[in-house]
């Protein structure tokens, strides 16, 4: 009971000392204690249809910002890569070694590597130009759409190209340049989405032959109460570090963008 009472004291002892100095605090000058003012706005610096445009293109600017992962996804050469290195992943039944941040890293860095002639390209004919004031931003989109076409058109099978041209009733275009983005880009993805499952199918076949034969070898000796997976695993972890799988793989993918 002391001791509560003790505590008690204390407590209104603090209050009354923190009730004492911010009635100090208000009451003293402004002019030698200023409360700092918070104001939000927005200002461009001009007015009429200057400031309209400026605030139209901030918007656009924002809005490219947020499809920029999209864009990364659907227009590079990314999904490919990171799909292959998932189907290594999931034939070597290692669950998630490498885990999602080593794949999907490497395959960051191979498309920055695969994209470096386009985006240099890119660079060239449409951005610098336009930081220079050579091209205003319709001209300068314009011209950075044309290499990305010639990429994607160069592994997009004309099968997928002519479904969303015949979907969208549009009329077969002359040249990889005329052909609108909005048929290329979901034609170049299931393109892609193909050439990745039918690496990722050769991948598997090995280890499904391990698979097979670590089986038919536990059924024979009756140990079928041991998950074959357990011994497998071993086995395929060594024969991908014998033929230097990984090696293998990112060759094969670089490979498979120069033809």
Known sequence: MKHFKKVLFVFVLAQLLLGAFGANVFAADPVTNPIPEIKIGIDGGESGAAGSSNTIAIVLLITV??????????????????????????SLATNQMPPNQVLIGLALFMSLFVMAP????????????????????????????????????????????QLFLDYSKAERPTSIEDTPMTALVPA???????????????????????????????MAMGMMMLPPVMISLPFKILLFILVDGWYLVVKSLLLSFTT
């Open 65 to 90: 910002l947020s499809l920029a992962p999209a864009i990364l996804v659907m227009m590079t050469c990314f999904t490919r890569i990171v799909v292959v290195l998932g189907f290594v992943r999931t």
């Open 118 to 161: 386009t985006l240099g390209q890119i660079n060239e004919v449409a951005l610098q130009p336009y930081l220079k004031g050579e091209l205003n931003q319709t001209e300068a989109l314009n011209k950075a759409a044309i290499p990305m076409k010639q990429f994607m058109g160069k592994y997009t099978r004309e099968k997928d190209l």
């Open 188 to 218: 170049y993805a299931i393109s892609e989405l193909k050439t990745a499952f039918s690496m990722g199918f050769m991948i598997f076949i090995p280890f499904l032959i391990i698979d097979m034969i670590i089986s038919s070898t536990l």
